[in-house]
């Protein structure tokens, strides 16, 4: 692949991730209008047509990391293991 096709895909795959993007705000828009809605509604349940959306309150538990390390550095140290990837970028 020549220098110049590179520069014509990556200027391709910079314009679909900006789209893409975009498509994600509108998404994220819409998704806000609909919880609006159901803010407004007082409701975790609403039936549309054919769907039914729920918006509910969801508790978990999760792993301190950041704690546990500092309380007990060498444990914590004693059960890391490391992983290898692959990482791909293009900056200008």
Known sequence: M???????KIEALNEW?????EAKAEAEAIRDSIKAEMLERETEELI???Y?????????NR?????????????????TKQS??????ISC
């Open 48 to 50: 549309a047509g054919s």
């Open 63 to 79: 792993f301190d990391t950041t704690g546990f390390k500092k309380v007990y550095g060498d444990l914590y140290k004693a059960f």
């Open 84 to 89: 290898a990837s692959r990482r791909f970028t």
């Open 2 to 8: 020549s220098k110049n096709e590179l520069v014509a």
């Open 17 to 21: 991730e900006a789209l893409m993007e």
């Open 52 to 60: 039914i959306i729920r918006w509910t309150s969801v508790l978990s």
